[in-house]
C-alpha cells in the first residue's frame, strides 16, 4: 500500500543538519534538527539509528530514503550522500536525492509571493533560486545559481520572500538593496527540516520516481575548497 510507505530522510547539506522519518498515512513521525559544528560524521549515524529506535522501527522496515543533494558544504554533502548510498545499497531500498534549495522553498509553497531560497556559500555570495506558486502547487523559476546581495537585488522586480539561511546581516543587506521588494522569512519558518525533504521524498517515491544509487551525485555550485 503506498500510503504507508516509510521513508527516511537525512540532510547534512550545510552545518545544519535534520533526520526525519515519515509515512504517508501518520506524515512525520520524528525528526531531529540540530547545529551540528560540521560534525557530521560523529553525529549522523546515533542520530538515525535513536531516530528508529523512537518510533520502534529496524532498518529492514524503511521503504526508501531521501537525501539532501545539495548546493551546500562540500564535506557535509559528501558525508550525507555517502551514508545514503550505504544505507540503500545494504537494505536494498531505492534512494531519492532532492536539491537544497528546493527543500527551503518547500515549506513556503502555500504563499502568493514568489520565493527566493537561500543557503550562504560565503565571500559575500549566496546559493539561491526562484520558485513561485502554481495551481498545482509551485515550480522553480530559474536554474540553482551563485550571486551577491547586488546581483540578487537586480533580479527581483516585484516582492519577494526570501527564506533560508538569512542571519541577522544579510537580513539588513537585502532590506536596505531592496526595500519593500524584500520579505524576510521568520527564523522559524526558514528552518531547513528534514520532514519536508522526507515528504517531497516520499511524493516522488509514491510516484515511482526513484534515482539511480550508483550515479548519484551531489549538486556543486563552486569548486569546493579543502575543509569546506
Known amino acids: ?4 510507505l516509510t521513508v527516511l530522510a537525512i540532510d547534512t547539506a550545510t552545518e545544519l543538519a535534520s533526520v ?4 504517508g498515512e501518520k506524515g512525520p ?23 528508529l529506535e523512537r518510533q520502534g522501527l529496524t532498518a529492514e522496515q524503511l521503504d ?12 557535509g554533502l559528501r558525508i550525507g550522500l ?10 536494498g531500498i531505492p534512494i531519492i536525492g532532492i536539491p537544497t534549495l528546493d527543500i527551503v522553498a518547500y515549506s513556503h509553497y502555500g504563499q502568493n509571493l514568489p520565493i527566493c531560497a537561500i543557503i550562504q556559500a560565503g565571500r559575500g555570495r549566496t546559493c539561491v533560486a526562484f520558485y513561485e506558486r502554481v495551481e498545482t502547487g509551485w515550480q522553480r523559476l ?3 545559481h551563485l550571486a551577491t546581495i547586488e546581483e540578487l537585488s537586480a533580479q527581483v522586480k516585484v516582492p519577494t520572500l526570501f527564506c533560508g539561511e538569512i542571519d541577522g546581516s544579510l537580513s539588513d543587506a537585502l532590506q536596505a ?5 524584500a520579505v524576510i522569512a521568520s ?16 511524493q516522488r517515491l509514491r510516484s515511482g520516481e526513484t534515482d539511480d544509487l550508483t550515479t548519484l551525485e551531489p549538486l556543486y555550485l563552486h569548486h569546493p575548497n579543502i575543509g569546506d
Open 1 to 4: 500500500m503506498t500510503m504507508g
Open 20 to 23: 526525519a522519518l515519515y509515512d
Open 29 to 51: 513521525r520524528a525528526e531531529s534538527t540540530w547545529y551540528t559544528s560540521m560534525n557530521h560524521t560523529v553525529e549522523l549515524m546515533p542520530t538515525i539509528v535513536l531516530t
Open 64 to 75: 526508501g530514503l531521501a537525501v539532501a543533494l545539495g548546493p551546500g558544504s562540500f564535506t
Open 82 to 91: 555517502s551514508v545514503a548510498k550505504g544505507l540503500c545499497l545494504s537494505l
Open 142 to 144: 530559474t536554474d540553482y
Open 177 to 181: 538593496h531592496m526595500g519593500v521588494r
Open 187 to 202: 527564523p522559524a519558518s526558514s528552518l531547513r527540516r528534514a520532514s519536508y525533504l522526507a515528504e517531497l521524498g516520499w
